[in-house]
């Protein structure tokens, strides 16, 4: 049915929406990649649950007549945004959904007063960079998706968090905080810790934040970086130090390989990452709206997917 015909509502995703949220997105993204038929996608992620429950998300949808027709998450990093998920029904594309649910995404931006927000999205469609660029996000730079089999060799897990986690949190934001004042990614310790969904490698010049698991969104038997950051002036042997304890807490958990996302503004965490082996997986495009946190010696992994 056309919008047209449809009265549509706007409104946040509640808990009882979960199930079809989490359908709608495979779906969407099922259709757009082409990879494979939607039911046989992402069967063992979940880009949905996990984040709709984290402290620092907002999520709005899209519905008519009782049926969820769209859905867009945007995560709070302190004085960051950072968009995504953002999916429509397929049978509803072109209707001018996603600029809606867009429209409210924004305006929950602006009323965090965040200094910065961006998304990762597919650089070679014209339809996605049309619809953000409209919304004020501009691309810069590739985004891009790496992996790398675990090598088998681990020491001890000397330095995985188990003790305050106010403590942690304030560790963390010095660390952040001292690359881009107002980056406080608190909300994901809390989700990794809280939920279960992880754990979090916290040493004196780095930390890292690992998803692995059965629900976990990278799949099975992949431990993934969801956010990592070594302090400025620690250097790549730093960010060795901190991906090796990445591995040995993947290691203990199973997991066959460990998963990164990188912006390649970030030159030089980019090429220490390929020297060590990692390949590229998935390549994408950071969007951005004001004064992002990436230069060359920045050394910070984070994926916005
Ligand atoms: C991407 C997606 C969310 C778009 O949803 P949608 O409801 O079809 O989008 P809308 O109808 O609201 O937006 C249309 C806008 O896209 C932009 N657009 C579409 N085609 C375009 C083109 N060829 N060139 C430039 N801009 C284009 C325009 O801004 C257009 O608005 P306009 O027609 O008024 O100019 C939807 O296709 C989807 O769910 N895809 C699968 C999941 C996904 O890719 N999510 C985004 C990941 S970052």
Redesign the pocket.
């Known amino acids: 049915m056309r919008n047209c015909e449809l009265e549509i509502h706007f409104a946040d995703l509640k808990a009882e929406d979960l199930p079809a949220a989490r359908a709608l997105v495979r779906e969407?993204?099922a259709?757009?990649i082409g990879e494979a038929e939607p039911g046989e996608f992402w069967n063992q992620r979940d880009y949905v649950s996990a984040r709709w429950h984290a402290p620092h998300t907002h999520w709005f949808k899209a519905q008519a007549q009782g049926e969820l027709l769209?859905v867009a998450c945007v995560s709070r990093w302190g004085q960051h945004a950072v968009v995504?998920?953002?999916?429509?029904a397929p049978d509803?594309?072109?209707?001018?959904?996603?600029?809606?649910l867009m429209a409210h995404v924004s305006t929950l931006i602006d009323e965090w007063g965040c200094t910065h927000s961006g998304?990762?999205?597919?650089p070679d469609s014209?339809?996605?960079?049309?619809?953000y660029q409209?919304f004020g996000f501009w691309p810069r730079c590739l985004s891009v998706v790496m992996a790398r089999p675990l090598s088998g060799s681990y020491s001890p897990l000397a330095e995985q968090h188990t003790g305050d986690l106010q403590a942690l949190q304030s560790h963390c934001l010095g660390i952040t905080e001292a690359i881009s004042p107002g980056l406080d990614v608190s909300g994901e310790i809390q989700a990794a810790l809280h939920q279960g969904l992880g754990g979090v490698v916290a040493r004196r010049d780095g930390f890292a934040i690992c998803h692995y698991g059965q629900h976990c969104e990278a799949g099975p038997e992949v431990c993934y970086v969801r956010f990592a950051a070594v302090r400025p002036g620690a250097g790549p042997e730093a960010l060795a130090r901190l991906i090796g304890r990445c591995e040995a807490l993947a290691a203990a958990q199973q997991a066959r390989q460990l998963l990164v996302g990188v912006n390649t503004g970030r030159v030089q965490a980019y090429r220490w990452l390929l020297e060590a082996g990692f390949r590229m997986r998935i390549i994408g495009v950071a969007l951005h709206k004001g004064q992002d946190y990436d230069n060359e010696a920045v050394l910070l992994l984070d994926d916005w997917r």
């Open positions: 969407a993204f259709t757009v769209g995504g998920p953002v999916a429509v509803h594309w072109e209707q001018d959904i996603a600029k809606q998304l990762f999205t597919f014209p339809r996605h960079l049309g619809l409209r």
